[in-house]
């Protein structure tokens, strides 16, 4: 079935330590997405990328870094310098012909920081 | 800017009572307006969308939202709801990038 793969589901790191999240999808869409979601405060966007080898900043990009070399990937590194990384992570993806906007998302990564 | 203002946090409901999840927006852009749900430690789920055309939509399970242009809002509704509808209930609209969220409404349905 086409569909979007995150891994893993929940993730323990240490503080100071970076962790790469993984966002794998087979639907052929040529965009793709990170959003942040913590409690009562919705969605907000990490960065995005609408085409392989290029990526755009989102609305609270720092402290995140991540890369597009192939059109299915699209991973998430959460970085030491993010001060507060403990969140559910939700990768989307939708297709660039698309004027509607209208996002596919993964299950999500839970990430505890101790 | 695009911006989304979901009126409730919280929505406490007993089963089979209707409930109306309150949703209003800003565009600068063309209006494309969607709903989704989120259940527990999941992703979110597409469940309408409003492009063009009828203001009146509807999901396949029992949903439905009115797009109405001069009061900048796009309600969801159901007239009857199970104990399975709770969940978190996210109103979007299209951006210049991608969808603006926001922040969620969590519907609670007890019997």
């Known amino acids: 079935d086409g569909g979007i793969t995150q891994s893993p589901k929940y993730l323990f790191r240490k503080e100071g330590q970076n962790v790469t999240l993984s966002c794998e999808q087979n639907l052929n869409h040529d965009a793709m997405y990170w959003y942040r979601q913590d409690p009562g405060q919705g969605l907000r966007l990490i960065y995005y990328?609408?085409?392989?080898?290029?990526?755009q900043k989102g609305d609270i990009a720092e402290g995140y870094s991540v890369s597009r070399e192939k059109k299915e990937s699209f991973p998430l590194t959460v970085t030491s310098a993010q001060k507060n990384p403990t969140a559910f992570y939700l990768c989307?993806?939708?297709?660039?012909?698309?004027?509607?906007?209208?996002?596919?998302f993964g299950e999500g990564s839970r990430l505890t920081v101790l | 800017a695009q911006s989304v203002t979901q009126l409730d946090s919280q929505v406490p409901v007993f089963e089979e009572a209707p409930v109306e999840l309150r949703c209003n927006y800003s565009?600068?852009?063309?209006?494309?307006l969607f709903w989704y749900v989120q259940y527990p430690n999941q992703g979110l789920q597409l469940l309408l969308k409003?492009?063009?055309?009828?203001?009146l939509v509807e999901s396949i399970n029992g949903f439905e939202a009115e797009f109405n242009k001069s009061q900048t809002s796009f309600h969801l509704r159901k007239p009857s709801v199970h104990i399975s509808d709770t969940a978190e209930y996210f109103c979007a609209v299209k951006g210049y990038s991608t969808l603006t969220f926001g922040k969620g409404t969590m519907l609670l349905v007890s019997p």
């Open positions: 989307a993806s939708s297709t660039q012909g698309s004027n509607t906007g209208e996002l596919f």
């Open positions: 990328s609408q085409i392989v080898n290029d990526f």
């Open positions: 565009s600068s852009v063309s209006v494309y």
């Open positions: 409003y492009l063009s055309g009828s203001t």
